[in-house]
Nanobody
Framework: QVQLVESGGGLVQPGGSLRLSCAAS????????WGWYRQAPGKQRELVAT???????NYADSVKGRFTISRDNTKNTVYLQMNSLKPEDTAVYYC?????????????????WGQGTQVTVSS
């Protein structure tokens, strides 16, 4: 099992930036990919970005060119840098870690879905 703690959300104006963090502990040795997800009110959770243990990244079309996923192996932490934020980016953001066959999604999430971190983009 992998334990995850997300942080860094908040209220930001359109066009602004935020950096989310996801600190992991537990059975990290079994992880080969990480993912950031988000869930807006009334919508299903969607995958935003993934990064593999080899550093390959993948993004949803809606965030390409604006969001960057990265990781710090020394801290077992994954980040999501979000720039040029739009009101439609408003959501609760979650991270998870697990096994991926293609690097484009987590085929087997190993973490428990936590509270997430709220991102609100509004003027």
């Amino acid at each position: 099992q992998v334990q995850l703690v997300e942080s860094g959300g908040g209220l930001v104006q359109p066009g602004g930036s935020l950096r989310l963090s996801c600190a992991a502990s537990g059975s990290i040795f079994s992880v080969n990919a990480w993912g950031w997800y988000r869930q807006a009110p009334g919508k299903q959770r969607e995958l935003v970005a993934t990064i593999t243990s080899g550093g390959t990244t993948n993004y949803a079309d809606s965030v390409k060119g604006r969001f960057t996923i990265s990781r710090d192996n020394t801290k077992n932490t994954v980040y999501l840098q979000m720039n040029s934020l739009k009101p439609e980016d408003t959501a609760v953001y979650y991270c998870n870690a697990g096994r991926s066959l293609t690097g484009r999604r987590l085929d087997l999430p190993l973490g428990s879905w936590g509270q997430g971190t709220q991102v609100t983009v509004s003027s």
